[in-house]
């Protein structure tokens, strides 16, 4: 099997910085892209960032300029520094990865999830 497992979520004052962090374990054979999303109560999941397995980036235009995605292949990590964050941003972060692994059937590849972790932003 193969889980996600985000960290460092909780409450900042507006202006403020977090960085979230999420970690694929399992019998994985290869993590392909990588990406956060977002869901504030009553609203959909949109997405915030997201990271191919060569590096490349992009970001949701409410973002862009304050928010940084990266990974660590040899962890199987994808972090997000949050800064500058504003109320708007409150929400729960989700990390999703597209991971090959070996199954019954053979070689198969799933989008996985994350269980979210809180960001409050509040004075």
């Known amino acids: 099997q193969v889980q996600l497992v985000e960290s460092g979520g909780g409450l900042v004052q507006p202006g403020g910085s977090l960085r979230l962090s999420c970690a694929a374990s399992?019998?994985?054979?290869?993590?392909?892209?990588m990406g956060w999303y977002r869901q504030a109560p009553g609203k959909q999941r949109d997405l915030v960032a997201a990271i191919t397995d060569g590096g490349s980036t992009n970001y949701a235009d409410s973002v862009k300029g304050r928010f940084t995605i990266s990974r660590d292949n040899d962890k199987n990590t994808v972090y997000l520094q949050m800064n500058s964050l504003k109320p708007a941003d409150t929400a729960v972060y989700y990390c999703?990865?597209?991971?090959?692994?070996?199954?019954?059937?053979?070689?198969?590849?799933?989008?996985?999830w994350g269980q979210g972790t809180q960001v409050t932003v509040s004075s």
């Open positions: 399992g019998s994985i054979l290869r993590v392909y892209g």
């Open positions: 999703n990865s597209r991971i090959q692994r070996t199954t019954n059937w053979g070689v198969r590849e799933y989008d996985y």
